[in-house]
């Protein structure tokens, strides 16, 4: 991100501004005698951009090798679930038969009993014949 023109402007200005209270501070402390202190005084460059310090960085948690594998069991016990849902474990229980009513059965055997009877009756009449 380049800063505008206005506020490369503004922060030559307080460049100028900061170096004349410098130069101010200097001379108070040239005078009283002690040079030394002028040192310590901090000088901002124009050129460079003040960067915004993070002071409020959460720090990330390390996981401890149990909560990982209360994790991973936990993850293993889910997918379990899921493959015991889509692959049954037991074949599906046989189908029942219908039943048949009494009436239905008696009609079944009176009409087989006709059929038999037709059948030895035209055993019986070629029998007869040869």
């Known amino acids: 991100m380049t800063p505008s023109i206005q506020s490369l402007k503004r922060a030559v200005a307080l460049a100028e501004q ?26 901002i460059a124009p050129s460079a951009p003040a960067k915004p310090v993070a ?14 594998a209360n994790i991973q069991a936990a993850q293993k016990a889910r997918w379990a679930k899921v493959n015991a849902v889509s692959k049954p474990a037991q074949p599906a229980a046989k189908k029942k038969k219908g039943k048949m009513s009494a009436a239905g059965r008696a009609a079944i055997v009176a009409a087989q009993k006709l059929r038999w009877a037709k059948v030895k009756a035209e055993k019986a009449r070629s029998a007869k014949k040869g």
Do not use: D, P
């Open 18 to 43: 900061i170096q004349n209270l410098q130069a101010e501070l200097a001379s108070v402390l040239g005078s009283s005698g002690s040079g030394s202190k002028t040192s310590n005084v901090l000088v």
């Open 55 to 68: 002071t409020n960085k959460k720090k990330k948690g390390k996981l401890s090798a149990q909560g990982l």
